[in-house]
């Protein structure tokens, strides 16, 4: 009794081990278009500045309000609006990050009167922002990375769409 008892205990912990895995370190499925949500400022109407927010790889736009990003940007009372966008690592994996953000985030910005993009990226949304940069020449205002993900200093792609190809990761 004691031995089918230890079993199902180990059986248990091996199953909520493996779905603790799937749902933290497990890469979500890519949506077209990029889920995006749009904080406007609160000391200005109709601004031409757009902070566009890239989550690290496991991380969620919703953390960049939780961990206190759009407020600061609040109490200084920037004239600018901020999208968080679902910049998963899903997009690095496919090699989709550029191709979505242009259509799903810039090129709409650009409709709605945004005249100054910045990318605001922390670790491989860090990398996304650069990448993004280094292949859109001119089309942003500023990059800002926070702990930027620069890929595998051996392994590292020789170009930026290399890197792309890659899916934002040295192979």
Request: glycine content about 10%.
């Amino acid at each position: 009794m004691k031995l089918a008892s230890t079993r199902l205990c180990l059986v248990a912990l091996g199953v909520g081990a493996a779905l603790l895995v799937a749902a933290c370190g497990g890469v979500r499925a890519t949506t077209v278009p990029l889920a995006t949500t749009l904080d406007k400022s609160r000391c200005a109407r109709n601004v031409d500045t757009l902070l566009v927010m890239l989550p690290g790889a496991y991380s969620t736009p919703d953390e960049f309000e939780r961990e206190g990003f759009v407020q600061a940007v609040r109490d200084a009372r920037l004239a600018a609006d901020v999208m968080r966008v679902d910049a998963h690592l899903g997009y690095y994996n496919n090699k989709t990050i550029l191709e979505r953000l242009s259509a799903d985030v810039m090129a709409p910005a650009r409709k709605q009167g945004y005249r100054h993009i910045w990318i605001v990226g922390i670790s491989v949304g860090g990398f996304g922002g650069l990448l993004y940069a280094q292949t859109h020449p001119g089309e942003l205002a500023g990059v800002v990375t926070l702990a930027p993900y620069l890929a595998n200093a051996r392994k590292a792609p020789t170009s930026p769409t290399r890197a792309a190809s890659h899916g934002g990761k040295g192979r």
